[in-house]
């Protein structure tokens, strides 16, 4: 396997973005009746056109192996969920500033459950056991951070969880540097271990892809929710549409990252290829999390605190 399909993809992704940047004035969303949100309408439908022509590398299809929700069935997320609930009570009780990403990653995958119960993605088996996968990492490395057994803590994730512990970043800042450590970190050994392609040679891209509209509609709610609950700065940027279709535009860059990272993680001969790929997700990842604990710096979190002390329990 050619490592330098790292590089490619780089660029081809600061070319698909530059694209955009030129073409938004020129696509208006087609719509019957005016469009309510009309920035993230010339923004995220030419960006979505524009990374499906970004096709998926063909990695060998195989069956599931993984121990974890082999049924592939529903009652793999209501687990995960109810696992969410209890982790959010018990950080909200104490205002931990753990609770910002605990609460966003609860949305997302009450969303995930709604979206393959409505038939939204093509094959629902191989969602459920992306988000039981996922949501394991989670909770494990949030445990072993929590009773202090940090050795082998990711990088991006310790930035995160210290940045938790310090009170350093606003709860826009937690949330990033949780999202990037799970997402940026996290989510390619996921992919790669539940699998990028079905037995059959079908690529799950197009339901990875297909995500991305899913969570447009989460933005606006949850920032909102985070904004009434933790912290009231967290939707402060106040620019409309603007900062939901940023957002939309950040995590559509960093969901195809991750499957091109999950495809050498795939078509890894070596132990050299394989560490290489490693490398590459673990630097990544550790990069954008240093870059964000910079730009959400704050004083103090004493404001914070005293707000989530009285409205943290208004869920």
């Known amino acids: 396997m050619d490592l330098d399909v790292t590089s490619l993809t780089r660029a081809a992704l600061g070319i698909l973005l530059a694209l955009v940047v030129v073409a938004t004035p020129l696509v208006p969303a087609q719509a019957d009746e005016p469009d309510p949100d009309p920035i993230r309408g010339l923004v995220l439908p030419p960006l979505d056109s524009l990374i499906g022509l970004l096709r998926p590398l063909p990695v060998p299809g195989a069956d599931y192996a993984g121990d974890l929700c082999k049924s592939g069935g529903d009652e793999c997320i209501d687990e995960v969920i109810d696992r969410m609930y209890q982790r959010l009570d018990g950080l909200v009780a104490t205002c931990s500033h753990s609770a910002i990403f605990s609460l966003a ?8 459950r709604d ?9 629902e088996k191989w ?5 039981t996968v996922f949501a394991e990492l ?3 490395t949030t445990s072993r951070w929590e009773s202090g057994r940090r050795t082998g803590i990711p990088a991006a994730w310790r930035i995160a969880l210290q940045a938790e512990d310090d009170k350093a970043v606003s709860g826009l800042g937690n949330f990033m540097l949780a999202m990037n450590a799970h997402i940026n970190r996290d989510f ?3 992919i790669a271990k539940v699998g990028l392609t079905a037995p059959d040679g079908t690529s799950h891209k197009a339901d990875h892809d297909r995500y991305n509209q899913r969570l447009d509609s989460l933005y ?3 920032f909102a929710e985070e904004a009434r609950r933790f912290d009231p700065t967290f939707d402060d940027v106040n620019a409309g549409t603007v900062e939901e279709t940023i957002a939309g535009v950040i995590m559509r860059g960093w969901r195809e990252m991750v499957w091109r990272h999950a495809e050498l993680l ?3 001969r070596t132990p050299l290829q394989r560490t290489l790929a490693q490398r590459e997700i673990e630097t990544y990842a550790a990069l954008q999390g240093l870059m964000i604990r910079q730009l959400f710096q704050i004083p103090d979190s004493e404001r914070r605190d005293a707000w989530c002390a009285a ?4 869920g």
């Open 105 to 112: 990653y609860l949305r997302v995958t009450e969303n995930v």
């Open 115 to 123: 979206a393959v119960r409505s038939g939204y993605f093509d094959d």
């Open 127 to 131: 969602l459920n056991r992306v988000d």
């Open 138 to 140: 989670y909770f494990d």
């Open 188 to 190: 390619p050994y996921v």
């Open 220 to 222: 606006a709610p949850v």
């Open 266 to 268: 795939a078509l890894a």
């Open 311 to 314: 409205h943290g329990q208004d």
